[in-house]
């Protein structure tokens, strides 16, 4: 079972679910969520990664355990992300995201160019403008703040220009892995996100956008493979 953390950054609360490994010499990895998911999405995939290394998985603001503050953007993410990476105070990391985590993990990695060992992106594409539409909100609690939904969906739907220089300034070396022809994220815009980044491999898993979630025996194999390289 994991060990609960809390990590404070500013005036906001982080909870992490933290797998510690035997070897405390291979880099660390730190596992970033979906759009309403939480760290424990990672439970399957962390408890196979951290037989040969510590692994860190975050609420991101607005989901789980973590403070819920109203404000959201993918900005916001990112300071939250590299703050507590900050704070852990574990060196450069092996730093893994889905979906939206996908998409905060390649900030961090511009942001924090050296402190990002190697990136996994899974099922996430260069961001192109899309029509815009919010989904309607699930009956009943939910494990993350609506509000974050409301306020990140038309930032994902009317991308930012500047994302051509977030993505130029990744240098970290980065895995893309592709969901296939069942996932909604058009697949060309992942090649399109291999082709744009400095160092980069695309490998496709044809499982959908849940890749980790529907096959996480290969999804395992393929992301230790590319760690330990």
Do not use: N
């Amino acid at each position: 079972m994991p060990e609960l953390i809390d990590i404070t950054v500013g005036d906001l609360h982080f909870s992490l679910r933290v797998w510690q490994a035997v070897d405390k010499y291979k880099t660390p990895a730190v596992l970033l969520h979906a759009t309403g998911k939480t760290a424990s999405d990672w439970d399957v995939i962390a408890s196979g990664l951290c037989t040969e290394r510590t692994v860190y998985a975050v609420d991101l603001r607005g989901h789980g355990a973590s403070d819920w503050p109203g404000t959201y953007s993918l900005k916001l993410f990112a300071q939250d992300v590299i703050g507590i990476l900050d704070q852990l105070d574990i060196g450069a990391v092996d730093l893994v995201g889905h979906s939206l985590g996908g998409l905060v993990a390649c900030r961090v990695a511009a942001e924090w160019q050296g402190h990002v060992h190697k990136l996994v992106l899974e099922d996430i594409g260069y961001p192109h403008p899309r029509p815009p539409g919010l989904p309607d909100r699930p009956a009943g609690d939910l494990p993350f703040d609506w509000h974050m939904v409301e306020q990140v969906r038309p930032e994902i739907d009317d991308p930012d220009p500047g994302w051509a220089d977030i993505v130029a300034r990744i240098t970290a070396p980065t895995l893309l892995i592709g969901g296939g022809a069942a996932s909604h994220v058009p697949q060309e815009h992942v090649a399109e996100l291999s082709d744009r980044l400095a160092d980069a491999r695309l490998t496709t898993i044809a499982a959908g956008h849940l890749v980790h979630e529907t096959v996480p025996d290969e999804y395992l194999r393929t992301l230790i493979a590319f760690l330990t390289q």
